[in-house]
Structures are given as structure tokens and as C-alpha cells.
């Protein structure tokens, strides 16, 4: 997917005939009914924007932890709830699954789904290990009559678009690197009701079921460098370890990621968890002058100007750039870093509207199977090349 399709609304891949919801909504009968799979955090997280979003309803609830499938069933009354998804995937009343269960279910829950006819939105990061990323893409290929989201949410963020439009049209001048950070500080645990349930509450800090801070974290901005670039990835190195949560966990507690693309540019990818200094932010760094994002809010600095600090954080917002005048941004005496003009709005509503749009439409949205697939397996790389401490290249086979 190239930069001029992130910008679109979809992809131009058709999806062939109508599915039961798209065929309902469109005529105004029913909502896209829902079925959640994996409750936790982040499903309970989606069900508050399901609940709130019009055009959505949640018909089935499932989870493998009881305490937590009988929590979510006061904010989805008269929906079903199960321990066992296969039970979701037959039913019938089900149009579409959100899949946010552990990393690693991810895999064999979609394929199932494809193959029940469900419409599918599967969080981030879509699977685990190259194989089973290749293998989901085939699947979706020969499944084209439903939908396939990944959801790396920014993907749907009109920011995150208005910063790309902005770069694209050379505003900042040729890219050249491209720095990005997700740090906190924390051990990232959440408590256990009881010991035997550690791994599955605590499932981010054990392999079997994670690849830790990459998959959580940095996949979003690996995400959105691989749309901003429209460029193949020649080798990806990096740098990881536990080096300050000595608690037993098994996913590194930092870690340093470097992707080189083949047009030249680099990007980094750090996350930590003993330091939270600037939290989330990436950095675009052209010949001109830098883009700098965070979750919500984004600025042009031009180049040769540092920006200007408020509160010792935030770059202080100056003129609009709402004309789209590529000389805009140059700044008056005063003024150090330009607000990017973007609507405010959360990525994860943002996200949701654009997968019942894809349904409705008809239409593969613009975070596909094959976005998620890229983001998976450069994920994977990354935990080889931090693991066996060397340069990986990627292979042609990885193309998707």
C-alpha cells in the first residue's frame, strides 16, 4: 500500500456482493451486529465506542476468563456470552467479530472467522510469526467477500492523514529519518484475582503468548512509516533486554529498533518502561523542517528552528495551516512550530467508522489484511534480529 492509497478512503479491491449486515444497514433496518472476542482491556475499550457509535450492536460476548465475561455483560444487555468463540463464529445473528483477545489467538480465531463468513476487525498486531501472517493473507484473498480491518487505529486518524498530505506534497522537503518513541513508566502489570490466571491477565510479559513492547506499541508507528513511505523495508536491526523489571517476565522491558527502507530512509522505534519522558511522539525529519506527532495533536517545525517548549513539553501551537499553502509554514519572528489543522477526533471511533464504512460500501478498508500482515511480520523480524543480536534482511517472500 503506497502513500496515495493511506490518503484514500479504501483500497480499490472490491469486495464482491452484499453481506447480510451490509445489506440491513443499507436499507436501515438493523445496525452491524458485533460479536467481541476477548473482553479485557482493550474489548471493553472498543465496546464503550460500540455502545456509543451509531450503526453498531453488540450481539455476542466471549472470553475465556469468567470473572471477566460476566463484567462485560452490563455493557452489552441482551447479547449472548460465551467461553467458546467457535460458539460466536456459528452464530447467525453475528455479522461482523472485533478480535481482542491474547496476541496469539489472534492467528487461528481469524482464519476460523474467515471461514464462517464473519466480517473481521483484528487488533493490533494482527499475528504472530511470519508463516501464520503469509497464511491469513491467503486466507482474506480467497475470502474477498467480507471485510478484513486491522487496527492500528492511527491508520484512521485525520491527523495522521493531514500530516501524511502535508509530507507528500514535500512541504518538509526530501524525507531523510524518521524517530519515533513510545515510552512509560511502569511494569505494565495488571493485578491477579487469583495466581492460576498470571499468564493470561499478564500475558504481555510471557513469549508464548506476546512479543512484548514491539507488538504493543511500536507496531502502531511501524504502521504508519510503512504507509507515510510507500517503500519496501531492506533490513531491520535492534536492541532489547530485562534489564530493570526483574520479575520473572520474558518480553524485553525496553527496546530499539532500527528499519532501514530501500529509498535510503531510516526509522527507529523505541519503547521503554523505566522512563516516560515525552511518552508517545514521532519525529519526520525532511531536508525542510520536521513533522512532530503525538496521539492527538501534530506540529511543522521549520528546519534550523527548534520548537519553542510550554511546560517544558508541548511545542506551542502557531498559525493555522488550514489553506494548504506549501509556504504556509514559514514562520514569523515569533512563532517556532506551526499546529498541523486536523480535526480532533479519537483514532479508535475514527477506526470502528471505517470498518462498518467498509462493510456498508463493500470495500477492503485502507488498514487491510495485507497493512496488518507488513506490520506483523516486520514485528517478528524485530524480535529475531533484538534475540539473535544481527542485521536481518527482508525477503521477497515477505511481500504481501
Known amino acids: ?38 473482553t479485557g482491556a482493550r474489548g471493553r475499550q472498543l465496546m464503550d465506542f460500540l455502545n456509543e457509535l451509531p450503526g453498531f450492536r453488540i450481539a455476542a460476548l466471549c472470553d475465556v476468563l469468567p470473572f471477566r465475561l460476566d463484567e462485560a455483560r452490563s455493557d452489552a444487555p441482551g447479547s449472548s456470552a460465551v467461553a467458546d468463540y ?21 492467528n487461528h480465531i481469524a482464519l476460523d472467522a474467515l471461514d464462517a463468513g464473519k466480517h473481521v476487525y483484528c487488533e493490533k ?3 504472530k510469526g511470519i508463516d501464520p501472517a503469509l497464511a491469513l493473507v491467503a486466507k482474506a484473498r480467497k475470502r474477498s467477500g467480507q471485510i478484513f480491518q486491522a487496527g492500528f487505529q492511527y491508520h484512521s486518524s485525520p491527523l495522521y492523514r493531514r500530516a501524511a498530505e502535508i509530507i507528500g506534497r514535500g ?6 529519518a524518521v524517530n519515533c518513541q513510545w515510552n512509560r513508566n511502569g511494569d505494565w502489570r495488571r493485578p491477579v484475582p487469583d495466581p492460576q490466571y498470571e499468564r493470561q491477565i499478564n500475558w504481555r510479559m510471557y513469549r508464548d503468548y506476546s512479543s512484548g513492547l514491539v507488538a504493543e506499541l511500536s507496531a502502531h508507528q511501524m504502521d504508519f512509516c510503512n504507509t507515510l513511505l510507500g517503500d519496501k523495508i531492506e533490513t531491520i536491526q535492534g536492541s532489547g533486554g530485562i534489564d530493570y523489571w526483574k520479575d520473572g517476565r520474558e518480553t524485553y522491558d525496553n527496546t530499539h529498533v532500527v528499519c532501514r527502507y530501500r529509498s ?25 523542517g520536521s513533522i512532530i506527532l503525538t496521539t492527538r495533536q501534530g506540529w511543522l517545525v521549520p528546519e534550523g528552528e527548534g520548537p519553542t517548549l510550554e511546560n517544558g513539553l508541548d511545542l506551542v501551537s502557531g498559525a493555522s495551516m488550514a489553506d494548504g499553502s506549501q509556504s504556509n509554514w514559514r514562520r514569523s519572528a ?22 462498518r464504512t467498509a462493510i456498508l460500501d ?39
Open 1 to 38: 500500500m503506497n502513500r496515495r492509497q493511506f490518503l484514500g478512503a479504501g483500497s480499490a479491491i472490491a469486495v464482491a456482493g452484499l453481506s447480510p449486515a451490509l445489506a440491513r444497514a443499507g436499507a436501515g433496518v438493523d445496525a452491524v451486529r458485533i460479536g467481541v472476542i476477548g
Open 334 to 355: 515569533d512563532q517556532a512550530a506551526w499546529r498541523i489543522d486536523a480535526p480532533d477526533s479519537d483514532p479508535t471511533a475514527d477506526a470502528l467508522r471505517d470498518f
Open 125 to 127: 498486531t494482527v499475528v
Open 264 to 288: 535510503g530512509v531510516t526509522a527507529t522505534f523505541t519503547s521503554l518502561t523505566a522512563n516516560s519522558m515525552d511518552s508517545y511522539r514521532i519525529a519526520v525529519l525532511g531536508s525542510r
Open 362 to 400: 463493500g470495500r477492503q478498508p485502507a488498514s487491510d489484511v495485507r497493512v496488518g500482515a507488513k506490520a506483523s511480520i516486520q514485528v517478528q523480524m524485530a524480535i529475531d534480529a533484538m534475540d539473535k543480536q544481527r542485521v536481518i534482511p527482508w525477503q521477497a517472500d515477505h511481500d504481501v
Open 86 to 106: 467457535r460458539r460466536v463464529l456459528d452464530d447467525k445473528a453475528v455479522d461482523a467479530v472485533i478480535i481482542a483477545t491474547t496476541f496469539s489467538e489472534h
Open 171 to 176: 512541504d518538509i522537503g526530501e524525507l531523510v
